[in-house]
């Protein structure tokens, strides 16, 4: 098993980044051009704690090594992962954790995100990915296929905060227009 985790501090509040999370594989971000879709699954608030736990299916597109695709016989294009969230508006809280479906019998990804408040006007997003590949007796294969794996998601971790970070400034910007545009109507 490899584990990759990343660190990234944000300077927007946690209101903002727990309003954009939703729409961080939208038309505004430019970087997640992969994602294919986004399907929901359910979405339920535990009356009693407030937690709002969402399931969604993530459909997107990955390439992988060619050595990798010869030795599967298969080109790993379209792949599956599921995401579970909670929204923990008590202690401003997400927690996303992924599980990758697609040749799950052949590599296991287990993916975790964390969003938590550094004072007013900051949001730290913590990420750790654990990666095994499931090659039995294989161990050079296997640290290969971990190598790559950690690699691109060394690549995706720039790319996710680059594509993040403009989800934020439009969110920012279109919530600040339409908050004035409210407050023009009431003075009218």
Known sequence: MKVFSNSVTFDY??????????????PWNNKSEHVIAVDTL??????????????????CKQSCPDWIKTIMGTNFENQHVFEASYVDPANKTITMVSQNLTYNNLVNIQ???????????????????????????????????EDSLV????????????????VLEMSRKVFAEEKERQQQMVVM
């Not at 608030?45 to 993530?58: F, K």
């Open 13 to 26: 509040s946690w209101d903002e980044v727990s309003t954009a999370n939703w729409r961080k594989y939208g």
């Open 42 to 59: 359910s979405r339920e608030v535990d009356p009693e704690t407030g937690i709002m736990r969402t399931e969604r299916l993530i459909t």
């Open 111 to 145: 993916e975790e995100v964390i969003y938590r408040p550094l004072g007013a006007h900051q949001t730290q997003f913590q990420q750790t990915a654990n990666i095994t590949a499931l090659c039995g007796g294989w161990q050079r294969i296997k640290n290969s296929i």
């Open 151 to 166: 690699h691109k998601f060394k690549e995706n971790a720039v790319k996710g905060r680059e594509g993040f970070e403009r």
